[in-house]
């Protein structure tokens, strides 16, 4: 359930007018005039992030446009640390001024917060061996120059594709296409700097279909990418969107009863955000995981692997070091349905006595993987597969508790009858726990969606409560 893919737009120079930034050793030279402020004035040590960022988002709706906003962000972060080994104390500011005197100001500022902070046994920089020392290019950056009214004109054949769709999509809430690019550096006072450029770019629709005697349904697509190259084209977007919304007329109700549940792809990748939260570092040190203890213990059933990979070319999470300047690695955390790893930062490491995963910030591209999927095993393979049940398309509400794993969430979607989708349905609740739902993955389908940090097909859980009628 993917718009067709076919290339669109292109790259230009990356001097162009609308990306005409500071150079990475522009911003390098300022990182080192903060680190040596922060040395003169006596402190232990100093860590430094220097970004700027532009772009370009155009709303159009009924062929109209509604807004273009171009924006242009810079600033400095700096983290001032006084003393060493367990007696450390941590002042942080930053400042969006890149002049001399804006920059001292800001590191004065963090180093009279230090002075008056509390001991933090955790907070010191990391060892020096687990620094990253040797850069990777993973092709992160890939400028769009194109100027408001061309952006508004793909928009324009994105919703008017959707319009065109059926006679029955007779409104919109737009079409968006969006241009953001930037550079940054992270630097510390033991010698580690890291820096790159990226891109990224989107294309997003949002059509409203209406039928006498079903009501009025909206729904949505959108695609992002590095390269907007690698966009599909607007009309695929668009008319994807129409073929959403028009399927959803006419939901209706179901009756309470435990039935299988097929997440569709877009929504199957928040089933590994809440997995991603409960192994990650702050969840641990605070006790506040469902995960808890469950280290080298069997979480997901045995034909399951989650891989993190920072290395994926062009990838949305890719990058050689962390927020913590610590060297990234491609890591199998779950293994045969076994918990293998953690995400844990520098701090979140020393306080649970464990050592850095190259997680500070997140995952990286992660993906669920299963050792049944076999290249047939497409989204129709997967509704057939299920037979019978509930395939979820939206989700609402924050009903996850991330201490117990209870998971309770309003859902809409499609009943699906021997395999094949009967009627659509809306306002009914999934309810279960997320281990038990984890262990009872029996499939993941082979149409990938990539969501942020997160990739996986269509996830079949074998039984799950559903409340309805």
């Known amino acids: 359930?993917?718009?067709?893919?076919?290339p669109h737009g292109g790259s230009e120079p990356a001097d162009a007018t609308l990306y005409r930034?500071?150079?990475q050793d522009q911003l390098q030279a300022i990182a080192d005039e903060v680190l040596d402020h922060a040395k003169k004035l006596g402190a232990s040590d100093c860590v430094v992030d220097v970004d700027e960022g532009?772009?370009?988002t155009v709303n159009v709706r009924n062929g109209r446009i509604e807004t273009i906003e171009q924006n242009h962000d810079k600033g400095v972060g700096v983290t001032v640390f006084l003393g060493d080994g367990k007696d450390v104390r941590r002042g942080n500011a930053s400042t969006s001024d890149l002049t001399s005197a804006a920059l001292r100001d800001a590191v004065e500022a963090a180093y009279h917060i230090a002075r008056f902070t509390a001991v933090d046994e955790a907070a010191a920089l990391p060892d020096d061996a687990w620094y990253a020392r040797e850069p990777r290019d993973l092709d992160l950056y890939h400028p769009w120059n194109i100027e408001a009214d061309a952006a508004a004109e793909i928009a324009r054949r994105a919703e008017a594709a959707a319009l065109e769709t059926d006679p029955m999509i007779r409104n919109s809430e737009g079409g968006n296409v969006s241009l953001q690019h930037g550079r940054f550096v992270s630097a510390n006072s033991r010698g580690f700097t890291g820096g790159h450029s990226h891109s990224y770019h989107s294309i997003a629709v949002s059509p409203i279909a209406s039928r006498k005697g079903a009501g009025m349904q909206r729904d949505e697509w959108y695609v992002a990418r590095r390269?907007?190259?690698?966009l599909p084209s607007p009309e695929s977007v668009g008319r994807y969107a129409a073929e959403r919304a028009l399927a959803r007329l006419g939901a209706r109700k179901i009756d309470t009863g435990t039935v299988p549940v097929l997440f569709e792809a877009p929504v199957a990748a928040g089933l590994l955000g809440a997995y991603v939260g409960a192994a990650s570092g702050r969840s641990l040190y605070r006790s506040s995981s469902f995960l808890m203890g469950r280290l080298g213990q069997r979480v997901f059933p045995d034909h399951i692997d989650i891989v993190d990979d920072p290395f994926v070319m062009k990838g949305m999470a890719s990058g050689w070091?962390?927020?913590d300047g610590i060297a990234t690695r491609q890591r199998t955390v779950v293994e045969a349905g076994v918990l293998t790893g953690w995400f844990l930062g520098a701090y979140s490491a020393r306080?649970?006595?464990l050592e850095p995963t190259g997680n500070g910030g997140g995952a990286h591209n992660l993906s669920m993987r299963s050792r049944l999927t076999r290249p047939g095993d497409d989204f129709a393979a997967m509704l057939a597969k299920m037979d019978t049940g509930l395939l979820v398309t939206e989700l609402m509400g924050?009903?996850?508790n991330p201490i117990t794993g209870d998971y309770s969430r309003g859902a809409s979607g499609y009943w699906v009858?021997?395999?094949?989708?009967?009627?659509p349905v809306e306002e009914v609740t999934i309810a279960g726990n997320l281990l038990a739902m984890y262990d009872r993955i029996v499939g993941v389908g082979t149409d990938v969606l990539t969501s942020g940090s997160r990739g996986t097909g269509s996830i079949l859980i074998e039984a799950m409560t559903v409340a309805g009628n």
């Open 1 to 6: 359930m993917t718009p067709t893919a076919a």
């Open 21 to 23: 930034l500071r150079s």
């Open 351 to 353: 306080k649970l006595g």
């Open 417 to 423: 009858q021997g395999g094949r989708i009967a009627y």
């Open 54 to 56: 532009n772009g370009l």
């Open 398 to 400: 924050q009903g996850v």
């Open 227 to 230: 390269d907007p190259a690698d």
């Open 321 to 323: 070091f962390d927020d």
